[in-house]
């Protein structure tokens, strides 16, 4: 470790994989219970499950980039942390406004939840992945705050490279598009047109330049190829990102109110889409051939050519499959969509910021890697996980096209309960998919607590 | 990778010259990924009026080619005074580096200008991007074309302060031909617009 305050990073990526672990059980939970529709009702219905899977992903996710921001941040700007107190204080607000709020879905009815935060003061609630209650929506406008706050000031009291700048941009970004969140117009066309906002715009926006940046990070580390280099593929990368990103938030604008260019803005632009992750696979490969040396973390060098490949899959192929106005008249708002939403987030963002830990995490425990028993055992769970991933969403998939063939295609179209029963055998295969990934995910933590002390590397 | 080849004993011979990239490989990627939207973007023109030829044909009628042509004429004649300023640079000319850079941008005005009478008219008489999806291809690509005007003018206006400080010569024609190249591509993406949409019947 070159700083000292670099350790803040530690205790973000602990939280960031317990909450990991969270979202896998109710990953689980809600995958059994859609095929056994009562499992664990009424105690855990089938909308708060889904509730507390999709919010702990954005929570870790955000663990994940603070830490890695953290861990990053002060060996780029060659300088301490401006303030490492303010970063922990942070993260304990976080952590506990998490948990009180994973705590609030479970323990009271939504509704209850709504009107004991005072939902009623300002109407924020109700809405997919923007559940949080006001008081937590509030604690994370907070948070960012404080947490870009202390990594700009880091940045402009040291040296400024071009990984750091996209990194701010990146997360300034981010926060910047939560602020949508607060924005609730009744008219349900609108409310869906700022929603994506913040929906959109983080995952196919501002989070690919924090996953650019840190994949950058990494590779220059562990490739030992010219800054310079890397910058270039760096730029290409964010230019390609926001030429398509950003109008391509029309891919979701059909047919729920909004006017007709948006099917070919949207179609146009977000066809696009793809290149900047394939810009990022090449990039990956192509760096790590050019290594000048062979780093002795081989764990997040496969991680990192991971992120690489899983995310061009899962963002890049998957979202095209369905982001064409024509096709998507047919796929809205199926299982597709869900088939699609695993792989990218998988690939795109639990990749990158298991590739951050990765790296980091024997550092921060002074190593400069882990011994091989430890990574052979990470590199096992990379691909426990990666493959069951890419099973979940081939199930999901299959299951994607039989809904949309039997319930929106065929001649004789069947309701939407009838059609989800005949497709339970997918359903079920995607559940015992998604029992490698727990395997996967137990094997990955078991790595931690494995040989790191018999060969001090660093 | 590109640190382009600035050793100072290579004569600036014509050979020589047309095997370098000029400017930054940078623009030229930045280049690719903007002609590959239009690219999409006119394949999906061509696509759309396929499906209704008389109807793409009755309302192009209506667009002002006469005007059209005039922005032709000011675009390519403010890449001909760009392609003069690089070289003055090339020739160590220094005054008409700033000079050509200020015409070319005075070009890139005057299309502003023409396209804001232009669009004035066709707004003033109620015709919208939800009008039909002839007129939505209208404004929409002439649109985007626009604010490629708009950011090619940035950067000659960044050329422009550059060169008045003295930063380009002819060792040093990096930066410009970088910016020149992008105001080029501008020029190029209207050359294919105008008669796409104005013209071909």
């Given at each position: ?7 803040v990073?530690?205790?973000y990526?602990?939280a960031?994989i317990?909450?990991?672990?969270g ?10 219970q ?6 664990l009702?009424p105690a ?5 499950a889904?509730m ?6 954005i ?10 921001a953290?861990?990053?941040?002060p ?6 942390l ?6 922990l204080?942070?993260f ?5 406004a ?11 009815p939504?509704?209850t939840?709504?009107e ?8 924020t609630?109700g809405?997919e ?6 008081p937590?929506?509030l604690?994370i ?9 202390n990594?700009?000031?880091?940045v ?7 990984i750091?700048?996209?990194?701010l ?10 602020l949508?969140?607060?924005?609730n117009p009744?008219n349900?066309?609108?409310?869906k047109?700022?929603w994506w906002?913040t929906v959109?715009?983080?995952?196919e926006?501002?989070w690919?330049?924090?996953l ?21 593929w760096l730029?290409?990368i964010?230019?390609?990102?926001l030429i ?6 029309g ?6 109110g ?5 099917q070919w803005w949207g179609s ?18 192509n760096m790590v051939?050019?290594?000048?040396r062979?780093?002795?973390?081989k ?7 991971g ?5 061009f899959?899962?963002?890049g ?10 096709v998507?008249y047919y ?5 597709i969509t869900?088939a699609?939403?695993h792989m990218?987030?998988?690939g795109?963002?639990a990749?990158?910021?298991?590739m ?7 550092i921060l425990?002074?190593?400069a ?9 990470e590199m096992w ?6 493959v069951?991933?890419v099973?979940?969403?081939l ?11 039997l319930?929106r295609?065929?001649?004789?179209p069947?309701?939407?309960m009838v059609?989800?029963e005949?497709i ?6 995607r559940?015992?998919?998604?029992v ?5 995910l137990?094997?990955?933590?078991t790595?931690f607590f494995?040989?790191?002390s018999e060969?001090?590397?660093? | 990778m590109?640190t ?15 095997r ?5 490989l940078a ?9 590959l939207?239009?690219?999409v ?6 696509f ?10 009755l ?6 080619r ?8 000011l675009?390519?004649t ?11 640079a090339?020739?160590?000319n ?8 200020l015409l ?21 008489a109620?015709?919208?991007m939800?009008t039909n ?6 404004i929409s690509?002439?649109?985007f074309?626009f604010?490629h ?12 302060l550059q060169?008045?400080?003295?930063a380009?010569?002819?060792?040093n ?10 105001w ?6 209207w050359?294919?617009l ?8």
């Amino acid at each position: 470790m070159q700083f000292k305050s670099q350790a803040v990073a530690k205790p973000y990526f602990i939280a960031a994989i317990g909450l990991f672990v969270g979202q896998i059980l109710f990953g689980l939970i809600l995958g059994l219970q859609y095929v056994l529709g009562d499992f664990l009702f009424p105690a855990i219905p089938f909308n708060v499950a889904r509730m507390v899977h999709t919010n702990l992903l954005i929570v870790w996710l955000l663990f994940g980039f603070m830490g890695g921001a953290y861990y990053m941040i002060p060996e780029e700007a060659e300088t301490e942390l401006f303030s490492p107190k303010l970063a922990l204080l942070m993260f304990w607000i976080f952590l506990v406004a998490g948990a009180l709020t994973i705590v609030g879905y479970l323990a009271v009815p939504y509704a209850t939840l709504a009107e004991l935060t005072g939902n009623n003061i300002l109407e924020t609630m109700g809405r997919e992945f923007l559940e949080q209650p006001l008081p937590t929506k509030l604690g994370i406008v907070v948070v960012a705050l404080v947490f870009l706050f202390n990594i700009t000031m880091t940045v402009l009291k040291g040296k400024k490279t071009a990984i750091s700048i996209v990194l701010l941009l990146g997360l300034w970004g981010l926060a910047v598009f939560f602020l949508f969140s607060f924005y609730n117009p009744t008219n349900v066309v609108l409310d869906k047109f700022f929603w994506w906002w913040t929906v959109h715009l983080w995952v196919e926006g501002v989070w690919e330049l924090i996953l650019g940046s840190f994949l950058a990070f990494v590779l220059i580390k562990t490739t030992g190829v010219d800054r310079e280099v890397i910058e270039k593929w760096l730029y290409v990368i964010v230019t390609l990102t926001l030429i398509s990103g950003i109008i391509g938030t029309g891919h979701h604008y059909f047919w729920i109110g909004t006017p007709e260019y948006w099917q070919w803005w949207g179609s146009i632009f977000s066809a696009l889409e793809p290149i900047p992750f394939f810009g990022m696979t090449v990039f990956a490969f192509n760096m790590v051939n050019r290594r000048r040396r062979e780093h002795p973390n081989k764990a997040a060098v496969l991680w990192a050519l991971g992120t690489g490949v899983m995310a061009f899959l899962g963002a890049g192929v998957w979202g095209f499959l369905h982001t064409l106005a024509p096709v998507n008249y047919y796929t809205h708002g199926t299982q597709i969509t869900a088939a699609h939403g695993h792989m990218a987030f998988y690939g795109a963002y639990a990749m990158v910021n298991l590739m951050m830990i990765s790296y980091a995490m024997p550092i921060l425990r002074g190593r400069a890697a882990n011994s091989n028993k430890s990574q052979v055992l990470e590199m096992w769970s990379f691909w426990l996980m990666t493959v069951a991933i890419v099973f979940i969403t081939l199930f999901l998939t299959a299951a994607g096209i039989l809904q949309v063939w039997l319930q929106r295609v065929s001649d004789a179209p069947l309701p939407f309960m009838v059609a989800q029963e005949k497709i339970a055998l997918f359903y079920w295969m995607r559940e015992w998919a998604g029992v490698v990934f727990l395997i996967g995910l137990i094997v990955y933590i078991t790595s931690f607590f494995v040989g790191g002390s018999e060969k001090e590397a660093a | 990778m590109t640190t382009m080849m600035n050793s100072p004993s290579t004569p600036p011979t014509e050979a020589v010259a047309s095997r370098r990239l000029p400017g930054d490989l940078a623009i030229w990627f930045f280049i690719l990924a903007e002609m590959l939207v239009f690219a999409v973007f006119f394949a999906t023109y061509a696509f759309a009026r396929a499906k209704n030829v008389e109807m793409f044909n009755l309302y192009q009628q209506t667009l002002d080619r006469n005007l059209g042509a005039l922005n032709t004429f000011l675009l390519i004649t403010g890449s001909w005074f760009v392609v003069l300023a690089v070289q003055a640079a090339h020739h160590d000319n220094r005054p008409a580096i700033s000079r050509n850079i200020l015409l070319g941008w005075l070009c890139g005005g005057g299309f502003l200008v023409v396209k804001v009478i232009e669009y004035s008219a066709k707004f003033g008489a109620g015709i919208s991007m939800s009008t039909n999806t002839f007129y939505m291809f209208y404004i929409s690509l002439t649109f985007f074309h626009f604010m490629h005007v708009i950011l090619g003018m940035v950067i000659l206006t960044v050329l422009w302060l550059q060169s008045r400080n003295g930063a380009y010569g002819s060792h040093n024609a990096h930066g410009l031909e970088s910016g020149a190249a992008y105001w080029h591509m501008v020029d190029l993406l209207w050359i294919v617009l105008f008669p796409l949409v104005y013209v071909m019947r």
